[in-house]
C-alpha cells in the first residue's frame, strides 16, 4: 500500500507528489523537501515494498495504488515528479487520476530504450540474474557506475538504502518495470510531460523518442541529480513546476 507524508502549506496551489524510484524511499528527496516546502505543499509517496506472492506489484499496480492514496487523502489535483521507476508510477497515476493530474515530471527516467521500452523476457531474466545470484554486491556496483557526484558518502547511503529492500520485491518491481511499455502508455497520458534527465548517461542511440517531452539534460550529474546537485536541480525542477501552474 502506497502512503503519503505530507510537507510545507496548501495555500499556493495544488500539491507536488514527490514519488521515489526503484528500492529507494522518500527520503530521496530531502533537499527537495527542504527548498520547496515553504513554497508549495509537498506529499512525498513512499511506495513500500510489497510481497509479490500476494500482491500485484507491477508498475500499472502501483500507480494505482499512489491513486488509492491520493485519494484517501482527498487531493483533487496534483502535479507528480517520479524519479527512475517513479516515473512510470506516475504516468500510471496520471492516466488514472485524468484531468485532476496537472503534470508530470520525471528524473532521469522515460527516455532510455532499455529501461523504459517493453522488453524481451529472455533479456529480462538475463538482466536480472546477477541480482539474484548477490543482490548486495550487484547493487553496490551499478551504484557506482550510475552515480557521479555528490558527497563523498552519498554512494554509501543510497547503496545500504537500495541494498536492504526486500529482495523478492525488488526482483519482481524490475521485471515489471522492463516489460512496462511506455511508448503504448504514453498516448494515454492526459497532462504535460517534462523530464529532468542526466546528460552523461544519456545515450543518444538509445534514446526513445516520445511526442511532446519536454527533455531537459543535466551536465555532471549521475542517476540521482535531485542528491548529487540538489541546488542545481531545483532550478530545474522550479521551472518545470511552471507549466503545472493554473
Same mark, same amino acid.
Given at each position: 500500500?502506497?502512503?503519503?507524508?505530507?510537507?510545507?502549506?496548501?495555500?499556493?496551489?495544488?500539491?507536488?507528489?514527490?514519488?521515489?524510484?526503484?528500492?529507494?524511499?522518500?527520503?530521496?528527496?530531502?533537499?527537495?523537501?527542504?527548498?520547496?516546502?515553504?513554497?508549495?505543499?509537498? &506529499?512525498?509517496?513512499?511506495?513500500?515494498?510489497?510481497?509479490? +506472492?500476494?500482491?500485484?506489484? /507491477?508498475?500499472? =499496480?502501483?500507480? *494505482?495504488? %499512489?491513486?488509492?492514496?491520493?485519494?484517501?487523502?482527498?487531493?483533487?489535483?496534483?502535479?507528480?515528479?517520479?524519479?527512475?521507476?517513479?516515473?512510470?508510477?506516475?504516468?500510471?497515476?496520471?492516466?488514472?487520476?485524468?484531468?485532476?493530474?496537472?503534470?508530470?515530471?520525471?528524473?532521469?527516467?522515460?527516455?532510455?530504450?532499455?529501461?523504459?521500452?517493453?522488453?524481451?523476457?529472455?533479456?529480462?531474466?538475463?538482466?536480472?540474474?546477477?541480482?539474484?545470484?548477490?543482490?548486495?554486491?550487484?547493487?553496490?556496483?551499478?551504484?557506482?557506475?550510475?552515480?557521479?557526484?555528490?558527497?563523498?558518502? &552519498?554512494?554509501?547511503?543510497?547503496?545500504?538504502?537500495?541494498? +536492504?529492500?526486500?529482495?523478492? /520485491?525488488?526482483? =519482481?518491481?524490475? *521485471?515489471? %518495470?522492463?516489460?512496462?511499455?511506455?511508448?503504448?502508455?504514453?498516448?494515454?497520458?492526459?497532462?504535460?510531460?517534462?523530464?529532468?534527465?542526466?546528460?552523461?548517461?544519456?545515450?543518444?542511440?538509445?534514446?526513445?523518442?516520445?511526442?511532446?517531452?519536454?527533455?531537459?539534460?543535466?551536465?555532471?550529474?549521475?542517476?540521482?541529480?535531485?542528491?548529487?546537485?540538489?541546488?542545481?536541480?531545483?532550478?530545474?525542477?522550479?521551472?518545470?513546476?511552471?507549466?503545472?501552474?493554473?
Amino acid at each position: 500500500m502506497a502512503t503519503l507524508r505530507a510537507f510545507g502549506h496548501g495555500n499556493q496551489g495544488p500539491p507536488v507528489v514527490l514519488v521515489h524510484g526503484w528500492c529507494c524511499s522518500g527520503d530521496v528527496w530531502r533537499h527537495q523537501i527542504e527548498a520547496f516546502a515553504g513554497r508549495c505543499r509537498l &506529499l512525498v509517496a513512499e511506495l513500500g515494498h510489497p510481497d509479490p +506472492e500476494t500482491q500485484d506489484v /507491477s508498475i500499472a =499496480a502501483t500507480g *494505482a495504488a %499512489l491513486v488509492t492514496a491520493l485519494d484517501r487523502e482527498g487531493i483533487d489535483a496534483c502535479t507528480l515528479v517520479g524519479h527512475s521507476m517513479g516515473g512510470p508510477v506516475a504516468l500510471e497515476a496520471a492516466r488514472r487520476l485524468r484531468s485532476r493530474c496537472r503534470a508530470v515530471i520525471g528524473v532521469d527516467t522515460f527516455t532510455d530504450a532499455a529501461f523504459y521500452a517493453a522488453r524481451p523476457d529472455a533479456e529480462i531474466a538475463t538482466r536480472l540474474e546477477p541480482f539474484r545470484r548477490d543482490f548486495a554486491g550487484t547493487m553496490t556496483t551499478m551504484i557506482d557506475r550510475i552515480t557521479l557526484g555528490g558527497p563523498a558518502d &552519498l554512494r554509501r547511503w543510497v547503496t545500504r538504502m537500495m541494498a +536492504e529492500a526486500p529482495r523478492p /520485491s525488488a526482483l =519482481a518491481r524490475m *521485471a515489471s %518495470l522492463l516489460a512496462h511499455d511506455i511508448e503504448a502508455l504514453w498516448p494515454t497520458v492526459p497532462c504535460p510531460v517534462a523530464t529532468i534527465n542526466s546528460a552523461p548517461l544519456d545515450r543518444p542511440e538509445a534514446r526513445l523518442t516520445l511526442a511532446g517531452l519536454d527533455a531537459t539534460w543535466m551536465p555532471d550529474v549521475g542517476h540521482f541529480p535531485m542528491l548529487e546537485a540538489p541546488e542545481a536541480f531545483n532550478r530545474q525542477l522550479a521551472r518545470a513546476l511552471t507549466m503545472a501552474s493554473p
